[in-house]
């Protein structure tokens, strides 16, 4: 398991990195680094794990050779589980084996925590996973799941934007905000459309 490949999955403000061992028909592990870390980590432990698995480590957003979140975004810890969903959904795993250090413990625990029909084992190496109030268990799974599972189907659906006409335009944002005037509405519509050559 010494060699391996180099993976690259796009995301909507440029990708996230990753190496690959073994035979990718083999079972999927993904292995999450810890803070400030990347994939790199894992170089030393993978050839001395069962061989007959494809080893997958990931670089978190702004770590290894992913791209950084453009400036002024903060890196939140949801953010890191759903990269997480992002790179599963990639490389089409309906289950698969998580394997965190330090922080990508935590990061794996939550997405364990969040979509267990995923996860078939949670190795945690220097990690505490992840722990929650029991009172705010099933409030915190419910929201958080939904906010990701949403934000990556409306992603899957982008199109262009449609063109219209100015008319058409403007009877949309009336359609869609009944307290609007056609004159508020022609206002808005001064800075909230760009005109293209079709519309």
Not at 49 to 65: K, Q, T
Not at 110 to 132: N, R
Not at 137 to 161: F, G, H, M, N
Request: hydrophobic share 45%.
């Amino acid at each position: 398991l010494g060699m391996f490949s180099e993976l690259k999955f796009l995301v909507p403000w440029g990708h996230v990195a990753a190496k690959a061992w073994g035979n990718s028909e083999g079972h999927p592990v993904l292995c999450l680094h810890g803070w400030l870390d990347n994939a790199n980590t894992f170089d030393k432990l993978i050839p001395l794990l069962p061989r007959g698995c494809y080893y997958v480590a990931m670089d978190f957003s702004g770590h290894g050779l992913s791209s950084h979140r453009p400036a002024g975004c903060p890196y939140h810890f949801l953010d890191y589980v759903t990269d997480v969903r992002r790179v599963a959904a990639a490389l089409q795993w309906r289950k698969f084996t998580l394997m965190g250090h330090s922080m990508g413990g935590a990061v794996a625990g939550m997405f364990c925590f969040l979509y267990p029909e995923m996860v078939d084992k949670l190795i945690l190496l220097e990690s505490l996973g992840f722990l929650l109030a029991p009172e705010d268990t099933e409030a915190w799974l419910k929201s958080k799941r939904r906010v990701i599972d949403r934000l990556l189907s409306l992603e899957a659906k982008q199109q262009t934007p449609k063109a219209r006409s100015p008319e058409a335009a403007l009877q949309r944002l009336l359609e869609a905000n009944s307290h609007l005037t056609a004159e508020g509405g022609a206002i808005l519509l001064q800075r909230g459309a760009t005109e293209t050559p079709a519309g």
